[in-house]
């Protein structure tokens, strides 16, 4: 592939970049050329997004079909008070625009489905995982394991956190969770609540391992899977093994195809989803 | 013989709030039921009703997935450490 060259107000604002021998002039065209998509542009997206835009990611896809609410913004620093009831990707694409305006920013406000994800992920290099909810967990794990892209994953519950990037060949998320948990055993950030600051902590973890990537260096986190604690600050770690009966990426893959993910972890399909006002909690 | 088993977060509300326990035996199996002794409904918390570990609840030796290895029949001693990880759905949408 060619690299695009570095204009003289790249050349301005990467120079910290450009003066470590790691990364120079062509770790930041491999930057610019690249092409990172984020799953959602929430808790762990945010941070991701910035920090990925400020890097000179050349083009980042948002998808998020939901807005801006303000019980939203204790976490989500990709979004501001001013856009309150307004998209993500709307807020998303202004607030990188401001940031840093030689990134292309392409958003995709619809839910990730079986339907759009290969047309959506085919045109990135990279997967970000930031969802909240297991169907698009396995969605996203599937389709990049079927479209041969790195993942780099990323989860949150109250204080903790744990990140790992599958490479194609080399595990996937259903080697390590073969199977979801039946509706209501795993709550939510959303109903079990999550420290503000901890998606800072993984989704710049998560940055970090996609600029990693993009520039081939360093070791990827790939095969481990972190594990952060935030009330002990302590990093551990345990190994995330290629599972030879993996049903998607194993010696005999039984699913081949992205199926119904919705009926695949029990859970109501969004169409048929009565769109009720949530309580607010008080 | 102690070994450290840490404890998740949803499992924490029949450990009285403790994040890590020392348990005693020496196989995982041994571990796990050490701890259901002491704190009743532990068992309930990772086991289906046949008695099975739920497998959305992975437990590591060290850092090693008992799947790969002999799974609850997994050996442990003094000083291992075992993690008791169910699969997280956020993200925080």
């Known amino acids: 592939m060619t690299l695009p060259p570095l204009t003289p107000e790249d050349i301005q604002r990467y120079h910290r970049h450009l003066i470590i021998p790691e990364v120079g002039s ?15 542009a ?16 050349g083009t980042i ?18 979004h501001s008070t001013s856009w309150l009831g307004k998209s993500k990707v709307e807020s998303g694409k202004a607030r990188i625009g401001d940031l840093n305006p030689l990134v292309n920013v392409v958003g995709y406000e619809e839910p990730l489905t079986s339907e759009n994800a290969i047309r959506i992920f085919e045109q990135y290099d990279i997967i970000v995982n930031g969802c909240d909810n297991f169907p698009t967990r396995y969605l996203a794990n599937d ?23 599958y490479l194609p060949g080399k595990g996937c998320y259903r080697c390590l969770y073969p199977d979801p948990p039946p509706p209501g055993a795993v709550p939510s950030c959303a109903e079990a609540g999550v420290l503000g600051v901890l998606p800072g902590f993984v989704g710049v973890v998560q940055a970090i391992e996609t600029v990693k990537l993009i520039l081939e260096i360093g070791e990827s986190i790939n095969g481990r899977l972190l594990l952060f604690d935030a009330l002990e600050m302590r990093i551990r770690e345990v190994r995330v ?18 199926i119904d993910y919705e009926e695949f972890c029990g859970v109501p399909h969004r169409e048929s989803s009565v769109e009720a006002p949530v309580p607010v909690a008080v | ?22 348990a005693s035996g020496v196989t995982v199996n041994e571990l796990l039921a050490d701890l259901d ?22 437990i590591y030796v060290n850092d090693e997935d008992v799947r790969f290895l002999n799974k609850l029949d997994t050996p442990v001693k003094d000083g291992d450490v075992v993690s008791i990880l169910p699969a997280m759905a956020g993200g925080a949408a």
Not at chain 2, 37 to 58: A, C, M, Y
């Open chain 1, 26 to 40: 062509t770790g930041q065209r491999k930057l610019k050329a690249a092409k990172v998509l984020l799953i959602g």
């Open chain 2, 37 to 58: 002794r002491q704190f009743p409904g532990f068992s309930k918390e990772i086991r289906d009703d046949s008695g099975q570990v739920h497998r959305f609840v992975n």
């Open chain 1, 61 to 78: 896809g948002l998808v998020d079909f939901d807005v801006v609410d303000v019980s939203n913004l204790q976490r989500q620093i990709l």
């Open chain 1, 42 to 57: 929430g808790g762990l997206g945010s941070p991701a997004a910035l920090y990925l835009a400020a890097a000179g990611v």
């Open chain 1, 143 to 165: 389709a990049s394991v079927f479209l041969e892209k790195p993942l780099v994953d990323g989860s949150i519950f109250r204080f903790e956190g744990q990140a790992t990037v």
């Open chain 2, 1 to 22: 013989m102690a070994v450290e088993v840490r404890i998740p977060p949803l499992v924490q509300r029949v450990t009285g709030g403790a994040r890590s326990l020392n």
């Open chain 1, 241 to 258: 093994r290629r599972d030879p009966e993996c049903k998607v990426c194993g010696e005999h893959p039984t699913v081949t195809q992205l």
